[in-house]
């Protein structure tokens, strides 16, 4: 049985599976950031201090993916909904337009994390996040990129389009929960619980949708995105800013060895720690050791 939704009800879940020390609910706010173009993208302000890092969630994840990781942190911080996910409005040209993207995302940092220490950006979150530092390296002190580089390998990466290119509705909560743990098989049930009442809503109807825009391989909006992720490579060559890579080295990871290669090629001084028990989610199967690593790197 489903209850009633509250998104600030559930961090007491995270906390205790991950053994964080829990005194009550963290402060978190829900706040729009209104664009030129009359849109708005929603954010999730933890804390009442001078924010000091700023994430980007994965494709068809949102702004929840971190609650574990900020509940480890412990600091204040901004996660936003990426356009076109979560509670934030399409985007500019596609939910999945990583340089139109950025240009937005830029409005949100300066408006709600001008003085962030770290970008942190996982998965599509990551390859925006590296257009981000183009449009805006001044806001971009340091780089995190969880598990993506601007290198994406179909065969890699086909798992994760096979979950999200599944059905367009589902029949009850416990059929849209069955599937989601049979493609995330080192998660626990309650934190798969978890993230689908944050990612998807019951219509009228009493079947579930996701809150994410669909996209499939042969969708044009794919193709366009796709073919913008090239040239991410050349913004990295060029960045000043420190950068560091986690990642996961479970199958499920989309990182392989030519990925680090060129990535230290293009930005010789990068760090790189690999997480031995994560796959690609690493917000997700390692979230207090990532936490830590963000933690050393901008303290």
């Known amino acids: 049985m489903v209850t009633e939704y509250d998104e600030f009800s559930m961090f007491h879940e995270n906390a205790e599976e991950y053994g964080i020390p829990y005194d009550g609910p963290p402060t978190v706010r829900r706040e729009a950031t209104l664009l030129d173009d009359g849109r708005a993208l929603s954010s999730l302000v933890w804390g009442d201090g001078e924010p000091e ?44 337009d990583v340089h139109a993207n950025a ?35 001044e806001l971009v002190r340091k780089l995190v ?48 619980r978890r993230g689908i009442l944050h990612n998807a809503v019951q219509r009228d109807d009493g079947t579930w949708v996701w809150r994410y825009a669909r996209f499939r391989a042969d969708d044009a909006e ?7 992720l090239s040239p991410l490579w050349d913004i990295v060559s060029e960045l000043e800013m420190p950068l560091l890579l986690a990642r996961g080295m479970r199958d499920q990871s989309v990182v392989g060895d030519e990925d680090v290669a060129e ?25 207090v050791e990532l936490a830590e690593t963000i933690r050393d790197f901008a303290p």
């Open 53 to 96: 890092y700023f994430f980007l969630h994965g494709g068809a994840q949102n702004a929840h993916t971190w609650d574990t990781v900020a509940l480890a942190l412990g600091r204040p911080l901004v996660c936003v909904d990426l356009p076109g996910h979560g509670h934030s409005g399409p985007g500019r040209d596609g939910s999945l």
């Open 103 to 137: 240009r937005d995302l830029a409005v949100v940092l300066r408006t709600l994390a001008p003085k962030a220490k770290a970008v942190i950006g996982m998965s599509l979150g990551g390859m925006t996040s590296i257009a981000l530092a183009h449009v805006a390296p």
């Open 145 to 192: 990129l969880v598990d993506v580089t601007p290198t994406i390998d179909p065969d890699r990466s086909a798992h994760i389009g096979a979950f999200v290119n599944g059905p367009e509705s589902f029949d009850s909560f416990d059929e849209l929960l069955e599937r989601t743990c049979a493609f995330n098989p080192t998660r626990s049930v309650a934190s798969m």
């Open 222 to 228: 794919t193709d366009v995105s796709m073919a913008g």
């Open 263 to 287: 990535l230290l090629r293009r930005k010789p001084d990068a760090l790189v720690v690999e997480f031995e028990r994560s796959g690609h989610s690493i917000q997700g199967d390692e979230p």
